[in-house]
């Protein structure tokens, strides 16, 4: 499968789609067309299978726009990237970050509204929503909720080097290490196993 969903959180996974952040030689962006998008977008739950079909028969009949879209979800992407970074060093945002990232939320908003629901309230997208940016309001609407929640103090990154993937670090004692056990966590498991057989 292309898109690993490990974080726990969309705006997480969404920012772990450039794999291999910090290392320069490998880094990977998984996000190369708009369909990429779509496809990334419905396996982590920010928008639904329909939805995915409506918009990719959109960016087909629109391909400039649907270019200038994803072009846009990598700018978003990457300031979330440098909200998050400055949140877990606990440094103060960039003034011109948390601007763009209001400039997303707002036009978010434009599109939601308040709908009654049996037991209360919900809110819901405007009938004329499916835009190509779609995908990019429901992140910036995931990632408000986290931002501002107390979840955001459990934001950890990998500890593979050369991963750093972001995820909530939901265990119990939370001493929760690697994206994912399998990838990250077998990986550094290996190397220890190596270096103790060459030790004896
Ligand atoms: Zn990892």
Redesign the pocket.
Known sequence: MKFQIIAGDICLDFINTLDHRPDPARQQELLNSYEDLADWATHAGAIRATQRTSLLRLAEDRPQAARIALRNAVHLRECLYRLVQDSLERRRAADADLRTFSGYLGEALSYLQLRSVPGGYRLQWTDDHLRLELILWSIARSASGLLTSGDSQLIRQ?D?ET?R?FFIDRSKNHTRR???MK??GNRAKARRFYREQKRT
Request: with cysteine; glycine share 0%; hydrophobic share 45%.
């Open positions: 990998c593979a991963c993937w690697w994206c994912d990838v990250c």
